[in-house]
């Protein structure tokens, strides 16, 4: 049986294309998978995320063991609201899932995680807490939706009374708010400004309809994996995975080293890979030729070996296709790839493929 | 979806093929396997003057999804193939039983045709896999 979120319903009768996606039963697209990539880059797209998941985390010992627990140091979200991207380790390093966390108050954090991941996140963050003066709340209760793209902010500003909009308007980059009964945080997986907007399960259906009627239109996973892929951003699972280490996933900057005495789990994995060296690095490639390159094609890189892409597409902003590679350190720059048993040459790009809707230099 | 044109004929692997007035055959695959595939970003096409074996690969379809292989549907010789595919490979999206043919060849047999599943056989075929 799969999972639905709230808004499944409402998804049937736009007529999305649904999917199985890790068990939720989720829109692949609406019609188009390629016009609601342009439309997000363009316009505004909106996505229903409702399959992730908020964990609210509340009590006097929260900082302390968020700053143990997480890779990326909560230390530095000083203001209320802010928010920080960060991987959560086990202790060989590898990566147990990325996630966002947004800084409410000095004794109260909230965690959005993948949907992927939420029952193994939650028996983790609860076994490394037991003992700890905290409480755990899975908001299950709430929906979730993103606001992708260019007019993402006027289109949301004219749902808004003034002292709401107020609030959002002067939202920084990675900053959330809870604005009535939504919590608004100016977040995204596209590259595009925009907002990911929770809020209760009962009214998200009655928003995402307001939201259309102002001009967002439906996008589905499609889109997000295509969007995400040209901004550099990489996906759990496919990308990192218990397996690999930030510093193997090109998240190195997301791992906070300093102050050298946090000791945050997976630290001393962490740096003795990084004293031995890395053995492997996630590098984007771009195809300059016709073909499309795809997840688990092998990588040749002569004399250093095979690497393995772990994410690829055609990525409709700039009409080829790009993707990241696992491959041994110490490569070379160009690389091959097996295409169906058509060796090409790939060029090393180091992502974003795309920058504020448009091809990054050089593509 | 769309209807499926009652003078096609069918591969279990969603090949078209129609019998055109010249006696010729032109090749396309099925409204089906583009609404499967989604938006189509490349397409391959055999070289003209090239014979084809009934069953043999001879084109690729590729989404932003997947690539997929054609096959012959019959054995011929390859007459012409759809130019406008390589600008406009979405025109497959658009009109696959039609505009988006793929391309057209000579039969070695041409009562091959008559042996391949017709529109009522397919569209059966596609009502089985729904379940």
Same mark, same amino acid.
């Given at each position: 049986m799969l999972r639905t979120t709230p808004l499944n319903a409402l998804h049937r009768s736009l007529g999305a294309r649904m999917v199985d996606f890790g068990g939720w039963d989720m829109p692949l697209h609406?019609?188009?998978?390629?016009?609601?990539?342009?439309?997000?880059?363009?316009?505004?797209?909106?996505?229903?995320?409702?399959?992730?998941?908020?964990?609210?985390?509340?009590?006097?010992?929260?900082?302390?063991?968020?700053?143990?627990?997480?890779?990326?140091?909560?230390?530095?979200?000083?203001a209320p609201g802010k928010a920080l991207y960060s991987c959560m380790l086990n202790h060989a390093g590898g990566v147990l899932d990325d996630l966002i966390v947004y800084h409410l108050s000095p004794t109260d954090y909230r965690l959005v995680v993948n949907a992927g991941t939420r029952e193994k996140d939650l028996a983790w963050i609860r076994s490394q807490s037991a003992g700890l003066d905290l409480q755990i709340r899975e908001r299950s209760d709430l929906a979730m939706v993103a606001l992708q793209g260019p007019k993402a902010r006027e289109i949301l500003f004219g749902l808004l009374g003034e002292t709401e909009r107020e609030v959002v308007e002067?939202?920084?980059?990675?900053?959330?708010?809870?604005?009535?009964?939504?919590?608004?945080?100016?977040?995204?997986?596209?590259?595009?400004?925009g907002f990911e907007i929770l809020l209760p399960a009962a009214s998200a259906e009655a928003f995402w309809q307001q939201l259309m009627a102002a001009g967002a239109r439906p996008a589905g996973l499609g889109a997000r994996d295509t969007l995400r892929l040209e901004a550099g951003m990489n996906l759990y699972g496919q990308d990192m995975d218990e397996s690999t280490t930030p510093l193997e996933s090109a998240l190195g900057w997301t791992v906070a080293f300093d102050p050298p005495e946090r000791d945050f789990i997976g630290r001393s994995a962490l740096e003795t890979q990084r004293a031995e060296g890395i053995p492997r690095l996630l590098v984007g490639l771009v195809l300059d030729e016709?073909?499309?390159?795809?997840?688990?094609?092998?990588?040749?890189?002569?004399?250093?070996?095979?690497?393995?892409?772990?994410?690829?597409?055609?990525?409709?902003?700039?009409?080829?296709?790009? =993707?990241?590679?696992?491959?041994?350190?110490?490569?070379?720059?160009?690389?091959?790839?097996?295409?169906?048993?058509?060796?090409? =040459?790939?060029?090393?790009?180091?992502?974003?493929?795309?920058?504020?809707?448009?091809?990054?230099?050089?593509? | 979806m769309t209807e499926?044109?009652?003078?096609?004929?069918?591969?279990?692997?969603?090949?078209?093929v129609r019998r055109t007035d010249d006696g010729n055959f032109r090749v396309g695959i099925s409204d089906h396997a583009q609404a499967q595939l989604g938006?189509?970003?490349?397409?391959?096409?055999?070289?003209?003057?090239?014979?084809?074996?009934?069953?043999?690969?001879?084109?690729?379809?590729?989404?932003?999804?997947?690539?997929?292989?054609?096959?012959?549907?019959?054995?011929?010789?390859?007459?012409a193939v759809n130019e406008q595919l390589r600008d406009k490979p979405e025109t497959i999206n658009e009109d696959a039983f039609g505009e988006g043919w793929l391309f057209s060849l000579s039969a070695n047999d041409p009562s091959a045709f008559d042996q391949l599943l017709d529109a009522a056989s397919y569209a059966q075929l596609l009502a089985e896999q729904d379940h």
């Open positions: 609406y019609g188009s998978q390629m016009e609601e990539h342009h439309q997000v880059r363009r316009e505004a797209g909106l996505f229903d995320v409702s399959h992730m998941l908020a964990v609210d985390l509340q009590g006097p010992a929260v900082r302390d063991f968020l700053r143990h627990l997480l890779a990326n140091d909560v230390a530095k979200l000083k002067a939202l920084t980059r990675f900053q959330a708010a809870q604005v009535g009964e939504r919590f608004v945080a100016r977040t995204g997986y596209t590259g595009e400004d016709r073909g499309v390159l795809r997840h688990d094609q092998r990588v040749l890189c002569g004399d250093s070996g095979e690497g393995v892409i772990t994410s690829g597409s055609f990525a409709p902003t700039l009409g080829k296709s790009v =993707a990241f590679a696992r491959v041994p350190a110490g490569h070379a720059d160009v690389l091959r790839v097996d295409l169906r048993g058509r060796e090409v =040459a790939v060029r090393l790009f180091r992502p974003p493929f795309v920058r504020n809707g448009q091809p990054a230099d050089g593509l | 499926i044109p009652a003078d096609l004929r069918f591969l279990k692997t969603h090949e078209w938006d189509l970003v490349y397409v391959e096409l055999p070289e003209t003057g090239r014979e084809l074996a009934a069953g043999a690969a001879c084109a690729v379809v590729e989404s932003v999804k997947a690539a997929s292989d054609v096959y012959a549907p019959i054995s011929g010789r390859v007459l």
